[in-house]
């Protein structure tokens, strides 16, 4: 008996930890989603598993989500962001849930044990211990927030939107406090992080209607990484006006760079382009030129991690070559990003911090060793586009043309908060 309930909760953690899918032509679930209220938790697709398995991994606290950023489970800057959000919930719930058994033991404040419940009424949602003490109870819940929100903005620090996120979170508690006990504060930032989920969405769909208009039927469209579904909340930025330009009777024929070295574009970008029937094409990433060359692409979108006051834009490693080559060639090189993704208080590029990632990835790609032991390796996650290689800059609120610094700020300032790190 003992056994067998052994075996059923090592099924049941199994369960917790990813949830598999058959890969279909169409109806994959969600980038990431929310389960349940308040105490639920984070459901998101593992991206590492595709395109040979569509797998979903379950996040439930904030340690768990801090892996899946920083490993690129979840990844695209207005994802990360969006995960984020729900991230400063998840850190909530698991101290809250952390305390509450502590209580139950009779190991809380002064050792006094929890009152007990009677039946039928519902269980405690303070995201702490009860106290006698409601002020001791609310320096606890925003001592936990600062601790949670640093925490995660040490995952990954080129995405600005990660940053956007959790500032814009703690912001919504800090102008609760003392409004409300800490339990309501915690239900109203998990409706603030839906909020930051379904205005991405919106972001996404009004960025691919602003976009689409720049494209022409018959034209092929070279983009880099994956600027997708996948790494957004719904539809993408530089897919996004693909599939708006599709959706709105306009042929085109995607040419995908593979993305080295982790090949996003082969793994996630061709993935979502065949999920919706759309023509494509993978090259390696040094094909690019010839391919403009023979005439195979009328234009250039990708997507953007970070987007300083001047336009300069740090993206996928690889974007810089793509903008000099298209603007060797002639072919208009186009941003798509939302609003949340400039960084007003950046004056320049210079100023964005590049990640620099893991030697393994360039030497033991996937698994393989591919470079002999003992090599010097130089891996920068992004790089950046200076902006006047930037035709255009597609965001939710319109099309940015010329991209200077007083067209950015006519556009994207108003009612932005600077971005600012989380300490």
């Known amino acids: 008996m003992k056994k067998r309930k052994a075996e059923s909760r090592k099924r049941k953690a199994a369960s917790d930890l990813d949830v598999r899918f058959p890969l279909s032509a169409f109806g994959f679930p969600p980038t990431l989603r929310w389960i349940g209220g308040v105490d639920g938790h984070l459901r998101l697709i593992d991206q590492t598993r595709l395109p040979v398995e569509l797998v979903e991994i379950e996040c439930r606290d904030a340690q768990t989500l801090w892996e899946a950023i920083k490993t690129l489970r979840v990844r695209g800057a207005p994802a990360i962001g969006v995960a984020a959000a729900y991230g400063v919930c998840l850190g909530l719930v698991a101290k809250r849930k952390a305390e509450s058994r502590k209580w139950g033991r009779g190991e809380g404040e002064k050792g006094r044990r929890a009152e007990p419940q009677t039946p039928g009424s519902p269980s405690p949602r303070l995201p702490f211990s009860p106290s006698a003490n409601a002020t001791i109870d609310e320096d606890r819940f925003f001592a936990r927030l600062d601790e949670v929100t640093a925490y995660l903005a040490t995952s990954r620090p080129t995405a600005v939107n990660l940053f956007w996120a959790l500032h814009r979170m703690k912001q919504k ?177 210079d100023a964005i911090p590049i990640e620099k990632r893991d030697p393994r990835e360039i030497t033991h790609g996937f698994g393989r060793q591919t470079a002999p032991d003992g090599i010097n390796v130089y891996n920068p996650a992004f790089d950046v586009t200076p902006a006047k290689l930037i035709t255009a800059i597609i965001c939710e609120r319109g099309i940015i043309r010329p991209v200077t610094r007083e067209t950015i700020i006519e556009k994207v300032s108003t009612g932005q908060r600077p971005v600012i790190p989380v300490s």
């Open 173 to 349: 508690a800090a102008g609760l406090r003392g409004a409300m006990p800490p339990a309501q504060i915690a239900a109203e930032l998990l409706a603030e992080a839906r909020r930051i989920h379904e205005e991405d969405r919106e972001m996404c769909r009004a960025i691919g209607r602003h976009g689409a208009t720049l494209l022409s039927d018959g034209q092929g469209v070279l983009t880099h990484c994956n600027a997708g579904g996948l790494a957004t909340s719904d539809y993408g930025t530089a897919l996004a006006v693909v599939f708006s330009a599709v959706e709105s009777g306009k042929r085109l024929q995607v040419v995908v760079d593979e993305t080295r070295p982790l090949l996003q574009g082969a793994r996630l970008t061709t993935w979502e382009l065949q999920q919706r029937g759309i023509p494509a094409t993978l090259i390696c990433d040094s094909m690019a030129a010839q391919v403009m060359r023979e005439g195979r692409v009328q234009a250039v979108i990708t997507g953007a991690d970070r987007i300083a006051a001047n336009g300069d834009t740090a993206n996928k490693i690889g974007t810089y070559s793509l903008a000099v080559l298209a603007a060797a060639h002639n072919i208009p090189f186009y941003i798509a990003a939302p609003s949340s993704t400039f960084d007003l208080s950046l004056p320049s590029g």
